[in-house]
């Protein structure tokens, strides 16, 4: 068992008890903020949460432990700390199984480590502070969760500002790519992190600096807090030599350059290192793991370790979607998101069976031609749901294949009679970067780029549907994964899977570089499917009444007296104080047990007690206990008359009386009419349609095996009319639901005249999306909202609730329904969430009715209509 699984078993145990902490509270509320923000937008997908939740249960239940120290903890036995830490026997046998000498041997002695393949092990025991990697595969959004993560520490910053919290971040990567990508942190959606009173604090506090070539210092003020710098790894290496000649600017003389390079290095690090309480982060981590572990590595550490020698760098955090070195899984993994998962969450596009590996011997334009024909053919009418058509991407080794191949590409474009202007190229030799960052936008004119050495980390295409590798390449060094898994990443709506085409040369080294990054191999990537498909729901009616329904409103008042008014009885304790004396002498050792010996009985001397002003205990009571000033002192007036000071003894006194006379409070109760609105725009995503009016949209997720489910008003206009379908398509649970709808519909097309319409409402449970909801309390005493399934109104203003449930919930929901009745508590939450709603009918039975309805198949009999036939045709 691996240290991250470990770890995701105690988070869960963790979110389960609501992120419980002694001493820092309010990271529950900063957690339950971003698992559910108020109101529609972005929100942080689930394995940012896993993420976040497991950085947070590190930093404050586990104290920002040493990963080693971690290992040590969770892995109490030899063996199984040997094997989770990757340790060969062979490694193990050599130092006679001595622990001490083993981790001695690995941090020091470089033959051994590299002959038991030991080098990322030996990274993790050598740090001097604490760092943790989140793998997370492309596309799950690693840029957004190291966001997420220094903006919830400076809320905690905020709110404890003498904590062990991060007030300063900074954010390495690793080339010029990547810290394009880095560029959303400036436009990420902090108040969809931070609750409303933390972000306030956030917006008008954090100060975000990106390095820019040439300039010799960082733009932050010494020692200042809530700073947030995003560089690149060469912009403040400690080494001179990785300082360029283009970042000095054109006034040093050659011979100059040298301490120039000096001081510019000097200068970025001296400003990092001024920032206290300091959160190092780096994306793309593997670039200082893995491959790079014998030089890169050994730069980058040094400027970490350096940093963590000159300020206080609190926790050092890595994410990355490769965290393999050579097969074995780095060790300072604390979570761990696959491809795999990906795909099954839909934040990745599916592959299924399209992944083509092709042999074509030397007939490489044979390849290319067959590439961009399928593309077309199978890809050339797809769109996301924005309208951005779908993309291909083709990666050469070479600037000179480009040039050979482009004329068959434009000669297949042609046949195919499309224009070859849709090609873009990108590479070393062209000048059209431009278009190439405009690649993904909808109103870009090219929908195939040629690419040599670009496009592979940090490229974001949402609408790149297919990715070709055109020749086998000498050294792949992860390009082949990378160039290949470019095309996987999912948008909200897209059911279209992906496709990858390689040479059969290059499937080997797909496969091999699977297995030592994700430990997965081609198997695994092609059989693996999504568990659910997305939907975007359109609002059809926005002008729905809302649902006047009677309530019983609580309030706790005080009870009636005259506000304010306070009766006191002195106090009759003795306030004075006593001194005991005792008289003592010095007698011989050898006679008695103690040399000080009593020798006349203890005396008691009273002596005057500590007194407060009257005035100062008429302003500490009325303070306290919210009272009118006067009142108090004109009471502690009438019961002592004639003193300007009373003992403190008797305040404590005086102050319980008050709080027995002022605790006087009741419940009240009333029954209050209440509007709810079946649907709230404001709670959906406003677009601009085609014809440019407005439009109220939603994602929605739903498993595979409920596609048929998903019924859209355009299916059933000819059953429906008018009636029903206030948004489309309707995402119905089961056959019952569904089948149950369109009785209903059949039944108002014979008989419309009274209904005014009906609504599937059993799917939008959002309180920001609807007030149609009630509470309940769960068995376990913590409180639900519960959504009923269909609502009948009609024209006379009274309305049908209808909830369908699984016949084997009707003897438990029937036998809670007696025992409510009988003043008893109901057992089951399908008993409870029926009782809520029975309350709404009792309180007005003449204007709202509710029926459940079992279903024991897998449709709804004519017979069990009857309830919903008579309300309808009622008159």
Known sequence: MHLYQFLAQHVDEWRKKKYPH????????????????????????????????TYWYLRLVENTPHVADLYRKYFAKRADLIAALGVPTAAFESVDYDLDALWQKIKTDDTFTHQHKLEALRETLTLNYSSYILALAMGAGKTALIGAIYATEFGMAFEYPDGPFVQNALVFAPGKTIIESLRQLAEEPYDRILPPRLFKIFAA????????????????????????????????????EDIRKSDLGPLFAPQKEDEARTEVANLRLQAIASLPHLGVFSDEAHHTYGQSLDTELKKVRKTVDYLAANTN?????????????????LRDVVIWYGLSEGIRDRILKEVGDNIQAIKFDANIEGYVAHVVEDFFKDYGNVTLPDGTPAKLAIYFPQTDDVAALRPVIDAKLVELRLSPTLVLEHHTHSDHKADFDRFKAKDSPH????????????????????????RKLKSSNNFVLQAASRCLRQVPGNNKPARIYLSSDNRAALDRELRENYGE??????????????????????????????????TIVRKDKARGA???????????SVIQVERLTIEKLESVPAVLQQVADTVEIKTAPKTTDLYAAAVDLATVYRLDLWAVYDELRRIYPTATDIPNEHVAELARQIEEEQRDYEIKEEVVEVALALVKPQGFEKEIDASGAEIYTAEISYPVSKQDLLIAWDAWKETAGSFGFHYSPYNFDSDPEAGFFENLLRQLKLTPDQIQDVYFTGAITSPNQTDFYVDYKAPDETWHRYTPDFLIRRKDGKCLIVEI?????EAATKEDIERDERGQAALTVEGRKAIALKKWNRLDPERLKYHILYASGESIGYDQMATSREFIEEK
Do not use: M
């Open 447 to 470: 929908r195939v780029a040629l690419l040599v050495d670009r496009g592979v980390e940090g490229w974001d295409v949402p609408a790149l549907f297919v990715c070709a590798l055109a």
């Open 313 to 329: 760098v609190v926790c050092v955090v890595n994410t990355t979607g490769t965290p393999y070195f050579q097969r074995q899984p």
């Open 566 to 576: 306070v009766t006191l009885t002195r106090p009759t304790t003795d306030a004075s």
């Open 205 to 240: 506090s954090v100060k975000l600096t990106f390095t820019r070539d040439g300039e010799k210092d960082i733009p932050v003020i010494r020692k200042s807090l809530f700073n947030v710098v995003v560089t690149n790894t060469e912009k403040i290496r400690i080494q001179k």
């Open 22 to 53: 002694a001493d820092y509270p309010v990271i529950a509320e900063i957690l339950e903020w971003a698992n559910h923000p108020d109101g529609s937008g972005f929100r942080l997908r689930a394995p940012q949460l896993r993420a976040l939740e």
């Open 805 to 809: 449930k699984d016949a084997r919930f």
């Open 521 to 554: 191999s081609l198997e695994d990537l092609l059989h693996t499917t999504s568990n659910s498909r997305s939907a975007r729901i359109v609002l059809r009616k926005l002008d729905i009444p809302p649902l006047l329904v009677r309530q019983i409103v609580r």
